[in-house]
C-alpha cells in the first residue's frame, strides 16, 4: 500500500504522525519522534519535496539520512524526536518506556506550534498516554505520510546514538548491529558483560551479567 494523507484528511484540523525506533535492541535508549505539516501543504510535500519518504525500514540508511535532513528541512513541517533510556526502560518495562517518549515527542510538537491542539495518528497498537486523542495505525508507517516521516526521524536519531554507544564503548560492535541481539553482540556480552548502557531487564542481558 502506498503512503497518503487518507488518513490526516480524515481526521482534520491538526494532525501529527508518531513512531518509534529501538524497542527491540539489547542496548541504548529508545526513541520516538513526532512530526506535523498543515494539511493544506502535506499535498503538495507528498507530490514533490516528500515523494521518497516511507516506512524506514524499506530505506538505506544513507536514503533515510537524505529524507530526515529534507524533513527537518521543510519549513512547515514542526518535529520532535525524544527518548527514554535505559535506565527508563529498566524502571518502567520497555513498553511504558516506549510510551512515555512518544509523549514526550508529542509535547515537544505542541510546545513548538504554541499550545494548538492535535490529533495524533500513532503506529502499531494504541497508546494510552498521549496527550492528545490518537488512533493507531497497524503499520502505520507503510500507510501514513505522517508516521512514515516520524519513522525516519526516530531511527536516523538511534542509529546516531548508536554511533555514540560505538565510540564509547568499541568492543561491543554498536555500529555495525545497533544493539539488536546478533551473534556478535552476544558473544561480546558473553565475552565482556553488559556495559552501562545495556537493558539490565531484557532477559538476555541480565543473564550474561548472572553469568560472568
Sequence with gaps: MALSLDNEKRLGGRVMGIDEAGR????????AAAVSVPLEQAEELLAGGWAEINDSKKLSGKK???????????GSCVWAVALATPEEIDSLNILRATHMAMRRAALAVAEKARGED????????????????????????????????????AKTARDEDCLRLDRLYPRYGFA?????????????????????????????????ELAL
Design 24 to 31: 527491540g535492541p539489547l542496548a541504548g535508549a529508545v526513541y
Design 64 to 74: 533515510r539520512e537524505a529524507l530526515a535532513e529534507v524533513i527537518k528541512g521543510t
Design 118 to 153: 492535535f490529533s495524533i495518528l500513532v503506529d502499531g497498537l494504541a497508546v494510552p498516554t498521549l496527550p492528545f486523542p490518537s488512533e493507531n495505525i497497524v503499520k502505520g508507517d507503510a500507510k501514513s505520510l505522517f508516521i512514515a516521516a516520524a519513522s525516519i526521524l
Design 176 to 208: 555495525k548491529h545497533k544493539g539488536y541481539p546478533t551473534k556478535e553482540h552476544f558473544a561480546a556480552l558473553a565475552k565482556y558483560g553488559p556495559c552501562p548502557e545495556h537493558r539490565r531487564s531484557f532477559g538476555p542481558v541480565s543473564q550474561m
